[in-house]
């Protein structure tokens, strides 16, 4: 991702920190704490995550700013949620093992092992990862039952560049084995990983010279590989990557213009069906379902749908204005719909709900049929409106806010 400094307005940090808590609730209550867990753990989904909120759509500060805001979100509902968010940017990385302990002390799980895993996780990043990026962000996600998912993000001054790596809890072995479940950023050229598992032998012939530290060894072992021998490697199959591109502006290479419109043919078709359901909430509109039929898909979509993290930010647009500015009045109304769907939803009145997930599956079933306009014209129906919808951005007169 490329490297951007700034900072998140408030007006915009609140909301986020809203909305993100909510979408996390909607996740937990329909698929479970571990699954949000997953969600947070898989690059894709992080990104369209933070782009649904109205940050960046492709830099670096979706990482910092979205941890922040879950961080805030979670802190006063963790005894209801279960969730607990550690650490940041940082001196507040730094804090991480503390705020385990803590942690682990009000909800009775080792404290003290996660502050292992924490460090553990930042050593094999930091060290075993020689990547050219050097870490400035750890993040630890854990639930009163001990799971955890840790982000974390370095940084490569010289080329202005962030990458990302995700970790889980769920299924790990080892911490030295293949232990993550994603690395997020460009080929920059030879990488040293001693934490692939193809680096088996490597690490075995580091700690055998550990053990048997001497000139005459270590001398043998350089003579060794003078011979240019090169073990065979296993093959790795190509994986799907996420790259985000320099350019500010959302362009449409960077969209899936067929989930894009499926989305909004999911909102033009379930809106008015679902009226009783979504649309009695004061001031909610059609430009607030299309906003919805996108939260939707986060909340409910496969993970093959999140390939174009960009076509969310077309949901509530971005603080810099790319790809429109941020609409607060739709912003907010989002936040309303999903407050009151998940409140009545505990309340064992779930119709909201319902009709929030059924615009994520009509979404899919048109998303073969759906047609509509090019991304030109969607933006520019949405800088026509923007004064009317209240959009904001960074560069606006922030006093009212």
């Excluded at 404290?111 to 870490?135: H, I, M, P, T, Y």
């Excluded at 350089?222 to 996420?242: D, N, Y």
């Amino acid at each position: 991702m490329p490297l951007h400094s700034g900072r998140v307005p408030q007006w915009l940090s609140e909301r986020m920190t809203k909305l993100g808590v909510l979408i996390a609730e909607a996740i937990i209550h329909h698929y479970g704490r571990d699954e949000f867990l997953r969600r947070l753990s898989h690059p894709f989904w992080f990104q369209s995550f933070g782009s649904v909120m109205g940050m960046d759509w492709h830099s670096s500060g979706i990482t910092t700013s979205v941890l922040a805001a879950m961080k805030r979100g979670l802190r006063p509902r963790s005894g209801e949620l279960g969730l607990h968010v550690c650490g940041g940017r940082g001196s507040q990385s730094r804090q991480t093992p503390q705020e385990l302990a803590e942690v682990g002390n009000k909800v009775g799980i080792d404290g003290s092992a996660l502050a292992n895993v924490s460090r553990l996780v930042a050593k094999v990043d930091g060290a075993a990862v020689q990547d050219g990026f050097e870490l400035y962000l750890h993040g630890f996600i854990v639930s009163d039952d001990g799971h955890w998912v840790v982000v974390q993000q370095g940084m490569n001054d010289a080329i202005r560049q962030a990458r990302r790596y995700h970790w889980l809890s769920e299924g790990l072995a080892s911490f030295v084995d293949s232990p993550h479940s994603a690395i997020e950023g460009r080929n920059q050229g030879n990488i040293i990983n001693l934490a692939d598992r193809r680096a088996t032998q490597s690490r075995l012939s580091q700690l055998s010279l550990l053990a048997d530290l001497g000139p005459d060894r270590i001398v043998h072992e350089t003579v060794a590989l003078s011979r240019q021998f090169q073990p065979k490697e296993e093959s790795q199959p190509l994986l799907p990557h996420l790259v985000m591109p320099e350019h500010h502006d959302v362009r449409a290479q960077d969209i899936n213009i067929r989930r894009l419109h499926s989305n909004l043919a999911a909102a033009a078709d379930r809106g008015p069906a679902d009226y009783e359901d979504l649309l009695l909430v004061p001031g909610v509109g059609a430009r607030t379902i299309k906003a919805l039929a996108m939260v939707a898909e986060i909340v409910h979509g496969a993970p093959c749908r999140f390939s174009d993290p960009a076509r969310f930010s077309l949901a509530h647009g971005g603080k810099d204005r790319h790809p429109f500015p941020v609409p607060l009045k739709v912003y907010d109304e989002t936040i309303k719909v999903m407050k009151s769907a998940i409140s009545k939803g505990k309340l064992g009145y779930a119709d909201e709900l319902a009709a929030l997930q059924r615009l994520d599956t009509q979404a899919r079933r048109l998303e073969r049929y759906a047609t509509g306009p090019d991304l030109k014209e969607i933006v520019a129906d949405e800088l026509r409106d923007s004064l009317a919808l209240d959009g904001r951005s960074v560069f606006d007169w922030d006093a009212k806010y």
